[in-house]
């Protein structure tokens, strides 16, 4: 059965500084993975997926994610904070079918 | 950019009221999807659908059911709410009904029973 954890339920960073958020999955052949985020009273949206090739993913608002198969991990990286990245944030996997398998996300908090 | 909207947004009722939540995309999508989330919480999926006439439950069980008569609507409805059913309520939708696409969310509806 497929996984998802997310070790760290909140995060505080400065402004400006460097982000990483984990995610750890578990499925036995390589899977579909998300990162989506969530602000405060809003649905999802996507930042960015891997399906298959290069293992470094860009994605939208300066976010960027490396699969690495070796550690069954999928960290979202982000250079430089913005107080607007301040929302939650949650990992995917989706294996064979298209159900999706959430982890139970991370809090961003950016202090100015 | 993906279109689905949820109405309405925010719900207070009481308890044994029956309810609707409505959720439409305006792209042609096949598949169509609720969730259930709490507060600090994963999303559960406890309802799916791969076109008109299709509904499968999900993994999470739910006493909610679904209808898809048009492909471009999925409402959700509890018959008799009670305050277990309290939580956020969203509705996602994808393209293929072969190919594992990503889900486009709407913004949610947040339903408290009374």
């Known amino acids: 059965a497929q996984s998802v954890t997310q070790p760290d339920i909140h995060i505080t960073v400065s402004e400006g500084a460097s982000l990483e958020l984990r995610c750890n999955y578990s499925?036995?052949?390589?899977?579909?993975l998300f990162w989506y985020v969530q602000s405060p009273g809003q649905g999802l949206q996507l930042l960015l997926k891997y399906f298959s090739g290069d293992t470094l993913v860009q994605g939208i608002k300066g976010f960027e994610a490396e699969f690495k198969r070796s550690q069954s991990s999928f960290n979202l990286r982000k250079p430089s904070v913005h107080w607007s990245d301040a929302a939650e944030y949650f990992c995917?996997?989706?294996?064979?079918?298209?159900?999706?398998?959430f982890g139970t996300g991370t809090r961003l908090q950016v202090f100015p | 950019e993906a279109d689905i909207y949820q109405t309405p947004r925010y719900l207070v009722i009481g308890t044994g009221k029956k309810i609707t939540l409505e959720c439409s995309q305006t792209?042609?999508?096949?598949?169509m999807y609720w969730y259930q989330q709490d507060p600090g919480m994963e999303l559960h999926l406890i309802h799916y659908?791969?076109?008109?006439?299709?509904?499968e439950k999900g993994d999470l069980s739910s006493e909610s059911t679904v209808s898809r008569i048009r492909t471009e609507h999925f409402p959700l409805t509890l018959e008799s709410a009670r305050p277990s059913h309290t939580s956020q309520y969203l509705c996602a939708s994808s393209e293929s009904q072969t190919v594992i696409y990503e889900q486009y969310f709407g913004p949610g509806t947040r339903l408290t029973v009374t």
């Open positions: 499925y036995g052949a390589t899977p579909y």
């Open positions: 995917a996997v989706a294996g064979n079918t298209d159900k999706l398998i």
């Open positions: 659908s791969y076109g008109v006439n299709s509904t």
């Open positions: 792209m042609g999508h096949d598949k």
